[in-house]
């Protein structure tokens, strides 16, 4: 008996653990059931900004059913932001909508409270909503269900990484409102589970992302197969001419809204500045400001997947609570990340752009470009995780001496100045051998194309002589080569 007590205790832990994991709000593939979905507390403290908010016009004005009211008045606004006020009473009216506005202006509210006033509780199935990324699924269906908290319309997420099996339940269930990431909504078609012919909206989020090469061809099988009258409605902050071209071939005479108070891409609240650093003095860089600044919540993007795993381990190293999100980890891992950013129990997220895209979460006061992206618009997209909802936000650049043309470029998009920033007591690290190795080759390799292409400026050798009636500086060989290719020449049949 004594000596099975402590096995007993431990699975006892294990199964206390477990059923804690299972209550989390996040989006489980182990759970069947839909997550209850808690309403976000009211916004305290924070006055409506002119630049975000039209504070002429109020959510009451808007011709909104009084659910939606009442769970609008539940999350504590008043006023729509100026991307709400234009976009929602142009969708209400059934006509396709191309709509931009700057990261973190309520673009998901904009088309979620349309949505909501216009879908029938008997008519499943009635809108799609296609994203690029799980993440994003899983929250625009949180904001959908606190947003249909008192109605009876159903949302239900539809992405890869969660069981088909549990997803193919839910669908049985006839949701109202679909959002999903375009490959699991095609398996669930072709399943006979999910079908097109019904939708009434569809609703493609960070148009940009889902109308560039790599979604392309899946959003021409969803969106050409529905062939019954139906409305489109197409956002992002970000949409350049050749996107705008494409995305009016699955619209019908779309209507252009473009909400900027300024010709910047990126909100004033945000701060921006850069640092110009040495690459392999990046990591020290980092650990300095982080331990110098004490960000409350920051996000750090980094090109690659190799590179967010190695900087979180060296920042947990040093002591600081750093966590990983990038597309290789597991879906249940990917979750709990993502629930712990939410709650604010981590301080640093370091991620690839799988969370530059539409991810609204409360209290991120820091993002860190540790590695520029190629793409200026991504940088307008990953700056825009910060000062949200008229919130102030901090934004820093890492900057190589060879990355000044992106940095101009990046300029030249957000039509912003991003100034230098300089930390006196910050002391770069030595140059790391084999930096100082391949530099030395570097400069050996260029002195021996010097010497081989600027031969006439030396002496003639004894196989050359100068005979500057030829050609002026001229070097003329005066014997055979020492060696030949003997006839050996390579001809075409």
Known sequence: MTSEQPETKKRSRRRRSRKKRSDSPVVDAQNQSEPEVQAKPKRKGIAPNAEVFDLDLTFKAMGLNDEILKAIDHLGYEHPTKIQAELIPMALTGRDVLGQSKTGTGKTAAFCLPVLQMTDESEPFSTLILVPTRELAIQVTREMQILSKFTKLISLAVYGGQSTRIQAEKLKQN??????????VMDMHSRGLLPYDKMKVAILDEVD??????????????????????????VSATISEDIERLARQFMTDPQRLNISSSKSLTV?????????????DKNYLLLHLLKHE?????????????????LTRYLQRKGIDAHALHA???????????HKLREGTLSVLVAS???????DVDDITHVINY?????????????GRTARAGRDGIAWAFVTPEQGALLTAIEMLTNVEIPIAEYQDFKPGPVPA?????????????KSLQTRFNSRDKPPSETQALDLTKFPGGVVPICKPSKKMGGRVPRRR
């Open 294 to 310: 004490d960000p409350t919540l920051t996000l750090v993007f980094c090109r690659t997947k190799q590179t967010c795993d190695g």
């Open 268 to 280: 004033e609240q945000v701060n921006q500045k850069h640092f110009t650093v040495q690459p392999w």
């Open 328 to 338: 290789d980890l597991h879906q249940g891992k990917r979750n709990q990340v993502m």
């Open 434 to 446: 084999d930096i100082q190795m391949r530099e030395a080759q570097k400069v050996e390799r260029e």
């Open 353 to 359: 752009d799988l969370a530059a895209r539409g991810l």
């Open 209 to 234: 992302r889902m109308l560039d090469i790599g979604f392309r061809d899946d959003i021409r099988r969803i969106l050409g197969v529905m062939k019954q009258d139906h409305q489109t409605i197409f």
């Open 371 to 383: 590695d520029l992206p190629e793409d200026p618009d991504v940088y307008v997209h990953r700056i």
């Open 175 to 184: 949701p109202q409102i679909i959002i999903g990431t375009p490959g699991r």
